[in-house]
C-alpha cells in the first residue's frame, strides 16, 4: 500500500474473534504498521498474545493509553451487551478528526452520536465470520459526519478481511445483518443436513461428512468465480428428468427452501429490530 494510503493510528477496542481477525490481516497484509496499532484488551491472555507476537501497544482500559492517537480509528470490536459499559469511557478520547468505527451487531449510529457527540463521524459496520480467513463480506454505512477520506479508511480497513459494501439507509441493517451476517450459519446447516441425509441414505459418516464440505465450499467458490448466475450454474447441472431435477423439485417446491429461507431471514430481521430497540 502507497504511504498516502495509510490509514492512520487504530484505537482497537477488543480483540476477539473479530477484532483479533482485523488486527492479524492488517499486520500480515501490511495494511498497517504494528506501531499504528493501539490495543485495549482486558483479557491478559489475549493482550500478551498481541503484544508478544507483533510488538502491538496494549492497555487493560482507556484510561491507561499513554502514547498518542492523532487522528485515530476508534474501533469498538466488543460484544453489543458490553458496549453500555465500554463506550461511555470512551469520551475523553474523541475529537474532531477522530473516526469511530463499530462492527457490533445490532447497536445503531444513534448510540455512539448519543454517547460520544453528535458531531463525531461514526461508521458502522456489518461484518460476517468468513472474515477470519480474509473471505468476509462487511456492509458499512456513515453518518453525514463522515468525509470521503474516512470512507477511505474504512474501506482499507476493512477490505483487509474481504469485500466491502456501503448502504445509504441504515435502515436496511437489520437485512444485511439477516442475509450476510447470519447468513454463514446457514450455509452450516446446509453442509450438516445434507451430510445427514447421505449418512440416512448410506453412506458412512466420514465420507458424507467430507462430500458435503466440499460439495458446498466447491459450489461457493465455482458460484464466486464463474461469470454466469447462481440460477444458471444451477440450470447447467440440472438435466432434465435427471437426478438433480428430482431433487431440485422437492427444494424448489411451494413449501420448500426458498419459503424456508424467505421465513428465517424475516425471523433474523425482525430479532434484530427488537435487538436494536431493547
Ligand atoms: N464473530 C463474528 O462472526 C461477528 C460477525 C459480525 C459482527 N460481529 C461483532 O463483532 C463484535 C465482536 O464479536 P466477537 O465475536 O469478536 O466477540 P469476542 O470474541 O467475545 O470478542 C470481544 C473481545 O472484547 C473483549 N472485551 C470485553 N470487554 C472489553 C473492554 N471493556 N474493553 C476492551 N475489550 C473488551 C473481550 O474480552 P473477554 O472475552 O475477556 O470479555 C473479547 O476479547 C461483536 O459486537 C459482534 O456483534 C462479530
Given at each position: 500500500?502507497?504511504?498516502?494510503?495509510?490509514?492512520?493510528?487504530?484505537l482497537?477496542?477488543?480483540a476477539?474473534?473479530?477484532?483479533?481477525?482485523?488486527?492479524?490481516?492488517?499486520?500480515?497484509?501490511?495494511?498497517?504498521?504494528?506501531s499504528?496499532?493501539?490495543?485495549?484488551?482486558?483479557?491478559?491472555?489475549?493482550?500478551?498474545?498481541?503484544?508478544?507476537?507483533?510488538?502491538?501497544?496494549?492497555?487493560?482500559?482507556?484510561?491507561?493509553?499513554?502514547t498518542?492517537?492523532?487522528?485515530?480509528?476508534?474501533?469498538?470490536?466488543?460484544?453489543?451487551q458490553?458496549?453500555?459499559?465500554?463506550?461511555p469511557?470512551y469520551?475523553?478520547?474523541?475529537?474532531p478528526?477522530?473516526?469511530?468505527?463499530?462492527?457490533?451487531?445490532?447497536?445503531p449510529?444513534?448510540?455512539?452520536?448519543?454517547?460520544?457527540g453528535?458531531?463525531?463521524?461514526?461508521?458502522?459496520?456489518?461484518?460476517?465470520?468468513?472474515?477470519s480467513i480474509g473471505?468476509?463480506?462487511?456492509?458499512?454505512?456513515?453518518?453525514?459526519?463522515?468525509?470521503?477520506?474516512?470512507?477511505?479508511?474504512?474501506?482499507?480497513?476493512?477490505?483487509?478481511?474481504?469485500?466491502?459494501?456501503?448502504?445509504?439507509?441504515?435502515?436496511?441493517?437489520?437485512?444485511?445483518?439477516?442475509?450476510?451476517?447470519s447468513?454463514?450459519?446457514?450455509?452450516?446447516l446446509?453442509?450438516?443436513?445434507?451430510?445427514?441425509?447421505?449418512?440416512?441414505?448410506?453412506?458412512?459418516?466420514d465420507?458424507?461428512?467430507?462430500?458435503?464440505?466440499?460439495?458446498?465450499a466447491?459450489?461457493?467458490?465455482?458460484?464466486?468465480q464463474?461469470?454466469?448466475?447462481?440460477?444458471?450454474?444451477?440450470?447447467n447441472?440440472t438435466?432434465?428428468?435427471?437426478t438433480?431435477?428430482?431433487a431440485?423439485?422437492?427444494?424448489?417446491?411451494?413449501?420448500?427452501?426458498?419459503?424456508?429461507?424467505?421465513r428465517a431471514v424475516v425471523?433474523?430481521k425482525?430479532?434484530?429490530?427488537?435487538?436494536?430497540?431493547?
Open positions: 500500500m502507497s504511504a498516502d494510503k495509510q490509514p492512520g493510528r487504530i482497537m477496542v477488543g476477539g474473534k473479530m477484532g483479533g481477525a482485523l488486527i492479524e490481516s492488517w499486520l500480515l497484509k501490511k495494511t498497517i504498521n504494528p499504528d496499532v493501539v490495543l485495549v484488551e482486558p483479557r491478559v491472555s489475549r493482550a500478551k498474545y498481541f503484544r508478544d507476537a507483533y510488538s502491538l501497544y496494549t492497555f487493560e482500559t482507556p484510561e491507561a493509553i499513554n498518542g492517537l492523532g487522528d485515530a480509528t476508534i474501533l469498538f470490536a466488543v460484544k453489543p458490553a458496549m453500555d459499559e465500554v463506550v469511557l469520551k475523553p478520547l474523541v475529537r478528526g477522530r473516526l469511530i468505527l463499530s462492527i457490533a451487531a445490532g447497536t449510529i444513534s448510540y455512539f452520536e448519543q454517547h460520544l453528535q458531531d463525531m463521524a461514526v461508521v458502522r459496520a456489518m461484518p460476517n465470520t468468513p472474515a473471505h468476509g463480506i462487511t456492509v458499512l454505512c456513515a453518518n453525514k459526519n463522515v468525509t470521503k477520506e474516512q470512507k477511505d479508511r474504512c474501506e482499507t480497513l476493512i477490505g483487509a478481511v474481504g469485500k466491502v459494501e456501503w448502504i445509504d439507509d441504515e435502515q436496511l441493517m437489520n437485512v444485511v445483518t439477516a442475509v450476510s451476517g447468513g454463514p450459519a446457514y450455509v452450516f446446509l453442509i450438516e443436513t445434507l451430510a445427514q441425509a447421505g449418512i440416512s441414505a448410506g453412506l458412512s459418516t465420507l458424507a461428512n467430507r462430500l458435503a464440505l466440499s460439495t458446498v466447491g459450489a461457493g467458490a465455482l458460484a464466486d464463474a461469470e454466469e448466475s447462481p440460477a444458471m450454474l444451477r440450470k447441472v438435466s432434465p428428468g435427471g438433480t431435477s428430482a431440485l423439485e422437492i427444494l424448489m417446491a411451494d413449501e420448500g427452501l426458498g419459503s424456508l429461507i424467505e425471523a433474523a425482525e430479532r434484530g429490530r427488537q435487538l436494536s430497540e431493547s
